[in-house]
């Protein structure tokens, strides 16, 4: 389950930091403090998980923004 | 209820006109949300969409397998996510949001898809029906509560 002290840590998480992530989907540690491993998709993000002896259930998926991720239309991007 | 504060993504160009001049990041509704397969194996996800637009809740294809989910039969049913169509498969799940303060968790149907979606999407059936949702512009926070066809558990 996501803690108080992953949101925490995650929301103080450098964005300097983050941005060298743009567009991939990231897996970080429960506490938020760390990325553990990064993949383009889903299924790679799991692969690379697990390729770093990382718990699978120990560890929390994020999508980064990329540059073309200027507006986000919610159900509209689904017509 | 629940309470979630909107999240921030940052703008990785130039703030467009519809945002204060110098903005640098959007405040979207994303919520921290987990999903419990049938044995118990969990996935969290940090940031998925609330959307009362989407009618139903979506998650990437690959957590089915991963979470022991066990996929409904084809129904034939699909997506058009960004102008190309996707196959949607559904299963049963639990679940799971917690403000760290109360924490939901609910059976739901949920749907499985190939389409690549940037977040998980938290939408009217598995989710949104279950709770009625205000979403508070000015503050940037989503205020959930759980209405009577909720049928999970709340601590």
């Not at chain 2, 998925?48 to 957590?63: G, I, N, S, W």
Request: proline share 8%; hydrophobic share 45%; aromatic share 10%.
């Amino acid at each position: 389950m996501i803690t108080q002290e992953y949101r925490s840590n995650r929301a103080r998480f450098p964005r300097a930091e983050l941005a060298k992530y743009q567009g991939a989907w990231v897996a970080f540690s429960a506490d938020g403090c760390r990325i553990v491993a990064r993949g383009e998709t889903v299924e790679q993000l799991e692969e690379q998980i697990l390729a770093v002896g990382e718990n699978p259930q120990r560890v929390v998926r994020e999508w980064v923004a990329g540059p073309e991720e200027d507006s986000l239309l919610g159900g509209g991007e689904l017509l | 209820m629940l309470r979630f504060p909107y999240l921030d993504e940052p703008l990785t160009g130039s703030a467009p006109p519809s945002l204060p001049a110098g903005a640098a990041v959007r405040w979207r509704p994303l919520v921290p949300v987990s999903i419990v397969g049938p044995g118990g194996l969990t996935w969290d996800f940090g940031r998925a969409v609330l959307d009362p637009a989407a009618e139903d809740t979506v998650f990437p294809l690959d957590t089915a397998g991963r979470i022991g989910a066990r996929l409904h039969p084809n129904t034939g049913h699909r997506v058009r996510w960004r102008g190309q169509l996707y196959p949607l498969r559904f299963a049963n799940v639990e679940l799971l949001l917690t403000d760290n303060i109360g924490t939901w968790r609910w059976p739901a149907v949920v749907a499985f898809s190939p389409a690549p979606l940037r977040y998980p999407i938290l939408g009217q059936s598995g989710c949104l029906q279950f709770m009625d949702a205000s979403f508070l512009g000015a503050a940037l926070i989503v205020e959930l509560v759980t209405n009577r066809f909720f049928a999970g558990t709340e601590t």
